[in-house]
Every structure is written in C-alpha cells, then in structure tokens.
C-alpha cells in the first residue's frame, strides 16, 4: 500500500524521500541482535554498503518492475547483513561483550 503510494506521488520507482523501507531493512539487519554499539555500527555500515551497492540478489529485486521493488531490496540488504551480523556472533562471542 505504502510502496504503490510513494511511487505514485514521487513518480519514481525508489524516491529518496521515502525512507520506511530503509527504516524496516534496518530494524531487519538488528533483529535478534543482543543490543550492543559496537554491532549496531558494524550492522549499520554493512546495510548502507549492501543497500548501495546492491550486490546480486539485490539488484535483482530492485530492478523488478514491481511497486514493492521500493521495500524487497532494503528488506534483502537487511536479511543479508543480519545473517553476517549472527555470523560475526559466532565467530567473535567476545564482541557482544
């Protein structure tokens, strides 16, 4: 609904102005992430490098021709930088310290 909007009023398929789908891919990136700093900034830059540089699958997904193409990318970029982030977890325990 929001996604079919936002294209609809900034007449493009991913308006800068329209910031929930960085807002969920992120919430996305920390979800069940213990809350510490240290991997807020290091799931932080992950995100923003994922949802900048849009590696494949990613890219992907943008260049559907779908309206939700707004939110699937940031969504991918967010699943993605959470498993590293679980990955970094595991292999450092000591950083969630």
């Known amino acids: 609904l929001f996604c079919r909007a936002a294209a ?7 308006p800068q102005k329209f910031v929930l789908d960085e807002t969920g891919g992120m919430l996305i990136s920390l979800l069940w992430i213990p809350q510490n700093a240290v991997l807020f ?6 995100f923003r490098i994922l949802d900048s540089w ?3 699958p990613i890219i992907l997904l943008q260049n559907s021709k779908s309206h ?24 450092y325990p000591g950083i969630i310290y």
């Open 68 to 91: 939700f193409s707004i939110m699937w990318d940031d969504i991918a970029a967010g699943i993605i930088t959470n498993i590293v982030l679980h990955v970094l977890i595991r292999a």
């Open 41 to 46: 900034v290091i799931g932080f830059a992950c």
């Open 8 to 14: 609809r009023v900034y007449e493009k398929s991913d």
């Open 54 to 56: 849009k590696p494949w």
